[in-house]
């Protein structure tokens, strides 16, 4: 098997993980609840706002979100 194989399986195989913990209709779900939130505080463009999900360990999770916060923006 050659290396761009290997690399295509790694990733079928993280991509299912990470489904396994949310289907993709919560994680949808969820994504919308958090930009709900942001957007009470920050000024931000809900339409660009990234969140990701990704396993650490067997039992841990990092959630990360990419904000797009406007220029001349002050938060208290």
């Known amino acids: 098997?050659?290396?761009?194989?290997k690399a295509t399986?790694?990733?079928k195989k993280v991509i299912s993980e990470d489904r396994s913990v949310l289907s993709v209709g919560s994680f949808r779900v969820l994504k919308k609840e958090i930009?709900?939130?942001l957007?009470?505080?920050?000024?931000?463009d809900r339409r660009k706002i990234k969140i990701q999900l990704e396993q650490k360990?067997?039992?841990?999770y990092n959630?990360?979100?990419d904000l797009p916060i406007k220029q001349n923006n002050k938060v208290d």
């Open 1 to 5: 098997m050659n290396s761009g194989k």
């Open 39 to 44: 957007v009470k505080y920050l000024d931000i």
């Open 63 to 65: 959630l990360s979100a």
């Open 9 to 11: 399986n790694r990733l």
């Open 35 to 37: 930009a709900n939130i």
């Open 57 to 60: 360990d067997e039992e841990s």
